[in-house]
Structure formats: structure tokens, C-alpha cells
């Protein structure tokens, strides 16, 4: 069982290239790297890679300098990280959505939101923020406003979206974490294919304040890329925190990081591939295997019964374009003017204009159908302890593949069939590297485990982790 590691790799850096971030702050705790250090070595990585990537578009290396200076304590003091240009808002920062007349006024943030509270407070300190396609609508990271981040594994090819730029910058050992939110995969599917831990959460268990209440019609939540399941585990710990006026609890089980490497009792797991390509499928049984070994029940073609259902995919249809409408017309209150055809790209122009046309029952039915669905769905973690799957269809496709007007829906449809369940559902579910494809692009599969298990997902992950089933990232190809 497990990957061929490159000689001299340990187990921590088996699956990367540069410190994670638990290695980085035992070094700085010993002295071996003062704040000041971690910081300017990120900085010095991101001018090195960044030209090729595209990944970093909004750089603040001056202030994270200024803030590396000052003394300050916090499980994550010192520590560099990245912020995904789409939520996690900072006051003064630039906040352009990858949206083209946001950036043609350079919108800025006018508060800092929870969640960067929570990460600074811990003492991290943002290099910039990051790429991410127009209202991170798609699972490829090509917004028109600032152009295709591409995947460090191989340039020609996506990082995945829509926190693609967030995930290029940690696969490419520039941060050791970077903030992501998970609409319909958005933190999976770049953890997937670029080669590292995407953890989506359950829904509350991050707060969305002050400004937001529920994401996108309650899909979205927050949370973190990382290299290693200790590091999605420590990240977990200072963003769980409760703050006041939530309307749905958050934070939780805590500290989530003692959770890792305790003993699991033999869990009972079921499997399905779907349809999906052959590439995607040999990951999902390496991880069948790799589970079996570990002592667990693996149970193959086994699935809710209704996870597949088609209508979960019209229902979501009907809040995403309701809400996109909605998303148009709160800017342009904030911006003061009518938003055009030609201030929106194609497609999320297109969806807010069928939005329109829709009535607010028919918006209140397809929610009550979506939450009938998830208590169905529900009674399958009362008999498996976890759910496996592929969290793409396909491997990472090239940059383009998807953001063509004509043909990319449709592709997009044909990628998108294992992650957007869990979104609806509010469940937490994790993505973890199992899989090479025959490019070299990394596959991730995925991991869902019944309401408020991130214990369980986590305790797994490292598992497998531990016992050396994780592929590792191919080569940077930073050339091609």
C-alpha cells in the first residue's frame, strides 16, 4: 500500500515541497525563523512562482511585513497565509470578486469580517488575496478580469475553482494555508486537483458575520486549503469560534487537532464511483483498498438512495439563478448605477436574468424540496459511518476547457456530479490526494460523513495520511 515518495522525504513533506504550517511554527516556537523570516521566504516564493501561476492578484507584502513585525501570540503567530478575493472581506483590502467592474473602481473592503478576525487574532498574517473566477460561480479559476491561475502541477491545466487561486498558491509552497469557500465544491474540487486537503464544513460551523447570514442560499461556508490533515485540523481550531448574533450555531467540538491519531473504532464505509473517468475511479478504489487495510468495512456500490437524484440539480438551479439576481442587484446599490451586459461575464449575466424571472414561491419550493431531500439522504449515515466518492468526474481539464461560452456548461455538467449533495445537505465532507492522473495531475476523492462529523472525517483522513496512501504532487512544471 501507498505512493513511491521521492528519497529523503519524511512523512509530513512526503506529500509537499516546503514546511506545512504545524513544521512552520514548531521552527519559528524553536527560533530557527523569526515571523519577519516566514514572511519574507513567502513573499521570495510568490515572486518567484506567481508570474506563471496567476494565483496571488491583489499582493499586500508591505503590510504583512509591518504585521510580522509587531508582537503577537496565537496558535498561528507568524504563520503565512493567503485570502481567496471572494468573502473573509478585510477592511482597506481590495474585494473585486473576480468581477471586472468591481476591479475597474477598486472596490475595497470596509470591514474586517469574523473570519479574518479569527485568523489574525491567531496570530496569521495575509500575503494578498487571491484569484478566484466571477462570484465564484464555476469550478475552474478564468475570471475575464484577471485571467486564467493555472495549476502548479502543470500550467496548461486548471487548478480547479473557485478557490483555484488559493490552492495553486499552497500546492505550490508559496503559503502553507490559504482561505477557501465551498459553494458547490469550490474548496473539494481545487483541493483535488492540485494535491491537497480541502475540508468543507458543516453548515455554521464557520460564521459568515458580520455582514452575511447564510451563503448562497445556506451552500457556502468557509474554510481553509492546507498540505496536511493536521494542518486542516489546526486551521479548524481557531476558525470554529462563536461569535455573538449568529442566527445558526458555530464553532463546536474543539480542539480539533487532539482528534488526530487517536483510535477509530472499524467504521463501516460505502462506495460509489458513479460514472466518472477511469483515472478518477482507480482513486477512489486505492482508497477502498487503503481503508480495508486500516480495518474498515468498505461496502462497494453503496450510496443514499437518492444522492444521484436529477432534481437536486433543478433545485439548486432555480436558488443559485434567483440568487445571482439578488447578487447583481445588491451591488448595484453599493456601486450606484445599473450593471449592463457588458459588466458581467456571460454566464452569471445570463443566470441572474433567468433568476428574474422566477417568483419567490417558486424560490421558497425548491428550498423546502432541497431540505425534504437532505432528511432523506440523512438515514444512510444512520447504517455507514462514511460516504466515498470521486469529487471530480474527470481529472483536472485544461485551462479553457471549461470557461468556453458554448461548450463549457455542458463539460461543466459532466464534472460536477459528486460534490454539489453535500453543499445542499449542509454535511461535512473532505477531499483528500489519492490519485495521479496520466498527465501527472493530481485526483482527490472524497469523504462525507453524516451532520457535525469533521472529527470523524479528520481522524480518517489522517489515517490514511499516516499510513501513506496519499499520492504525492508531481513535479512543478512552472516552465511550460
Known amino acids: 500500500m501507498g505512493w513511491a515518495h521521492p528519497p529523503g522525504l519524511g512523512l509530513v513533506t512526503a506529500n509537499n515541497r516546503h514546511d506545512d504550517a504545524t513544521a512552520l511554527i514548531a521552527r519559528l516556537g524553536a527560533g530557527e525563523l523569526t515571523p519577519v523570516e516566514a514572511i519574507e521566504n513567502a513573499i521570495t516564493e510568490c515572486e518567484r512562482t506567481n508570474p506563471s501561476l496567476n494565483a496571488l492578484i491583489h499582493p499586500r507584502f508591505d503590510a504583512a511585513l509591518d504585521q510580522a513585525r509587531r508582537p503577537v501570540e496565537g496558535p498561528l503567530a507568524g ?7 471572494l468573502g473573509c472581506e478585510q477592511a482597506g483590502e481590495p474585494h473585486h470578486r473576480g ?15 469574523y473570519l479574518y478576525r479569527s485568523l489574525t487574532e491567531a496570530g496569521a498574517v495575509s500575503i494578498g488575496r487571491t484569484n478566484t473566477p466571477e462570484f ?47 459553494g458547490g465544491g469550490s474548496i473539494r474540487v481545487p483541493a483535488s486537483a492540485c494535491g491537497l486537503v480541502g475540508l468543507k464544513v458543516t453548515r455554521g460551523r464557520v460564521s459568515t458575520g458580520p455582514r452575511s447570514g447564510e451563503h448562497r442560499g445556506g451552500f457556502a461556508v468557509d474554510g481553509m486549503l492546507t ?21 445558526i450555531p458555530t464553532g463546536g467540538m474543539q480542539p480539533w487537532s487532539e482528534l488526530l491519531g487517536a483510535d477509530i473504532a472499524r467504521l463501516r ?59 447583481l442587484e445588491s451591488w448595484e ?12 461575464e456571460q454566464s452569471n449575466w445570463w443566470s441572474a436574468e433567468i ?7 417558486m424560490y421558497v419550493a425548491a428550498q423546502t424540496w432541497l431540505r425534504a431531500w437532505a432528511r432523506r439522504v440523512a438515514s444512510f449515515w444512520s447504517a455507514c459511518d462514511l460516504l466515498l466518492t470521486p469529487v471530480l ?10 470557461s468556453d461560452p458554448v461548450e463549457g456548461p455542458g463539460r461543466l455538467r459532466e464534472l460536477i456530479g459528486f460534490v454539489d449533495q453535500a453543499n445542499v445537505s449542509g454535511q461535512p465532507a473532505i477531499s483528500v490526494p489519492m490519485g495521479l492522473s496520466a498527465e501527472g495531475l493530481p485526483i482527490g476523492v472524497q469523504l462525507v460523513a453524516a451532520s457535525a462529523r469533521e472529527d470523524l472525517l479528520l481522524a480518517v483522513a489522517h489515517q490514511l495520511e499516516a499510513a501513506d496512501a496519499f499520492a504525492p504532487l508531481s513535479d512543478l512544471d512552472l516552465a511550460s
Not at 479548524?236 to 461569535?243: E, F, S
Not at 446599490?333 to 458581467?344: F, H, K, Q, S, Y
Open 227 to 247: 498540505r496536511t490533515v493536521r494542518d486542516s485540523a489546526l486551521a479548524l481550531d481557531v476558525i470554529t469560534r462563536r461569535w455573538p448574533g449568529e442566527s
Open 333 to 344: 446599490a453599493r456601486i450606484g448605477r445599473p450593471l449592463t451586459e457588458d459588466d458581467v
Open 269 to 327: 464505509i460505502g462506495v460509489t464511483k458513479g460514472r466518472c473517468h477511469p483515472d478518477c475511479g482507480d482513486a477512489v478504489d486505492a482508497a477502498a483498498r487503503a481503508l480495508e487495510t486500516l480495518g474498515h468495512d468498505v461496502v462497494p456500490d453503496h450510496a443514499p438512495e437518492a444522492w444521484f437524484d436529477p432534481e437536486v440539480t433543478d433545485q439548486t438551479i432555480v436558488m443559485r439563478t434567483v440568487g445571482m439576481a439578488r447578487e
Open 99 to 113: 468581477a471586472a467592474f468591481l476591479a475597474e473602481i477598486d472596490w475595497r473592503g470596509d470591514h474586517d469580517s
Open 79 to 85: 504563520v503565512p497565509i493567503a485570502v481567496k478575493d
Open 136 to 182: 465564484g460561480t464555476t469550478i475552474t479559476t478564468e475570471p475575464a478580469a484577471y485571467g486564467p491561475t493555472r495549476n502548479p502541477s502543470n500550467l496548461g491545466f486548471s487548478p480547479g475553482g473557485s478557490s483555484g487561486g488559493s490552492a495553486a498558491l499552497v500546492a505550490a509552497g508559496v503559503v502553507p494555508l490559504a482561505h477557501g469557500n465551498d
Open 355 to 361: 433568476g428574474k424571472t422566477l417568483s419567490g414561491t
Open 393 to 402: 468526474g474527470a481529472p483536472p481539464p485544461p485551462i479553457g476547457h471549461l
